[in-house]
């Protein structure tokens, strides 16, 4: 081969070469994934990017988040400050044990030191013009309350009313548009539904839990009243309280008020599986009460009572084994008005069933004297039904005054106030305010008599008195012992 030929093949050869690695090029150009000719236009972003929640995705009947955001503002921060020792300051509450174990004895170190102890619950707010439900033992015998509400503003409160027998209190701040929980019906939550708990339990302010219902109408036996008047219906809970939480707020995923938290079951004082609340239709009839006249307007259908069970079915031949059994019926009664009797079971109240003692004093509770309810009993197996009129503790259909003011048999009587309990060292009693023509005035008792006993029972209120009274309609003599204004004591025999 002459160099001529040579030069023409490598020629040949280079152009043959750049054809092909052109070729090859545009090739492989028009097969690369658009992502990665534009990866200088993706968007660049720190590790911590936080999404936003709302875009998730929550499975329905799961989502807390809307209920939690809506109630949170509306449940506050309760401080209470009493005088003297722990024993001074709420001492009897059978909640006391549980405030001890967290907040310490203050009277430890020292026996009879006379130096302020304080209190920690919840409360919710009811009205945009500072009105809060919270629990009576939060605030019981409280010389000075303070609300902290979630923004942390802060107010002094005031007692507007009271119930003990069903822990619940009403107080009221100085301050208007607040943001308020909606209560809800708590006849219309089911067992198994999710709802959440809000409150402060160990101070650690707007804490939420969830939990389910685990029960409703549940009796626990944490209440007491010497009168036996107490009513104890809780819901059942699971969501997680604790000392603190007490007065706060139990809320379905809707942002409804279905409960005010009240009590655990515990064997440490601290949260171990079972929490109670106070159901929402029982707290909104006790607070209104409150709100309009100071005090409850106790309905009773006047009798005593029992749930039913197998060995009681079997023993008495019910023929039904659930139901409320009636022991005994009140003379006089709305029930004995009604025509129940000893040994009747009744299964409904308003036509809405009961299968326990605690359901049917809810169910009555809700009402005030002079109402009229529907009562559904079986009687020799036979099911039929029944008109009542409500009653109050007097045995009459009377609005109960405020401030405890009641009018029996001629005289006006009212409760003690803290001053003269301290001044005459009374736990408490029933004073004996104006006397018109009747029992009061023919026994020789004049203005000023406090009541302190009746037939040796002890009075510590007006509604001690109307109920031991109430008592006694066989027409026999009553022993009144009690003393003056000044301090003397005095005891007389009084027709009854």
Do not use: C
């Not at 089911?190 to 707007?206: C, I, K, T, Y």
């Not at 031949?317 to 009140?330: A, D, F, R, S, T």
């Not at 309810?373 to 039904?385: A, H, N, P, Q, Y």
């Amino acid at each position: 081969m002459d160099k001529k030929q040579f030069f023409l093949g490598m020629i040949f050869a280079s152009l043959i070469g750049g054809v092909v690695a052109l070729g090859g090029y545009q090739l492989i150009k028009e097969e690369q994934p658009a992502s990665i000719i534009q990866s200088s236009n993706q968007p660049v972003r720190f590790s911590n990017y936080a999404f936003d929640s709302s875009a998730m995705v929550v499975p329905e009947g799961l989502n807390f988040v809307y209920a939690a955001k809506a109630v949170t503002p509306g449940v506050v921060h309760i401080r209470s400050t009493f005088s003297g020792t722990a024993s001074n300051s709420g001492g009897s509450s059978p909640f006391d044990q549980y405030f001890r174990e967290f907040f310490g004895d203050p009277n430890r170190g020292g026996q009879g030191q006379q130096r302020p102890s304080m209190g920690s619950g919840s409360g919710v707010i009811i009205s945009e013009d500072g009105y809060i439900a919270t629990n009576n033992h939060v605030i019981e015998n409280a010389t000075e309350i303070e609300v902290l509400l979630n923004d942390n503003r802060a107010y002094k409160a005031e007692i507007v009313g009271t119930d003990p027998t069903t822990d619940l209190a009403l107080l009221k701040v100085d301050a208007s548009g607040l943001p308020f929980i909606k209560v809800g019906n708590s006849d219309q939550i089911q067992v198994g539904e999710w709802v959440l708990a809000v409150g402060n339990p160990f101070e650690f302010r707007s804490t939420v839990t969830a939990g389910i219902i685990s029960a409703k109408g549940r009796n626990i036996n944490i209440l007491r009243n010497r009168n036996n008047l107490q009513i104890e219906s809780f819901l059942q809970t699971d969501a997680a309280v604790n000392p603190g939480n007490s007065g706060g707020a139990l809320v379905n995923l809707r942002g409804e008020l279905v409960g005010i938290n009240t009590a655990i079951a515990t064997p440490t004082g601290t949260y171990a599986g079972y929490s109670f609340a106070v159901p929402s239709n029982l707290a909104d009839k006790v607070l209104a009460d409150l709100k309009e006249f100071g005090v409850v307007q106790r309905a009773l259908l006047g009798i005593n009572i029992r749930d039913v069970n197998s060995q009681l079915a079997e023993e008495e031949n019910l023929g039904v084994l659930e139901g409320v059994y009636v022991i005994n019926v009140n003379p006089n009664s709305g029930a004995d008005k009604a025509g129940i009797q000893n040994g009747d079971v009744i299964v409904a109240i308003g036509g809405e069933k009961v299968t326990k003692t605690s359901e049917l004093q809810e169910k009555v509770a809700l009402n005030r004297p002079g109402d009229k309810v529907e009562v559904t009993l079986i009687r020799d197996g036979k099911k039929k039904t029944v008109t009542a009129t409500l009653q109050n503790t007097l045995g009459t259909t009377a609005t109960v005054a405020s401030a405890n003011n009641m009018t029996i048999q001629g005289g006006t009587f009212t409760d003690l106030t803290d001053e003269e309990k301290e001044k005459l060292n009374l736990e408490g009693g029933a004073k004996l305010l104006k006397v018109e023509e009747g029992k009061w005035r023919e026994a020789g008792i004049k203005e000023g008599f406090i009541v302190t006993r009746v037939d040796k029972g002890q009075i510590l209120s007006v509604e001690d008195l109307s109920r031991a009274l109430t008592r006694t309609n066989d027409g026999s003599g009553l022993l009144i012992e009690g003393m003056y204004e000044d301090g003397e004591k005095a005891y007389y025999g009084i027709g009854w």
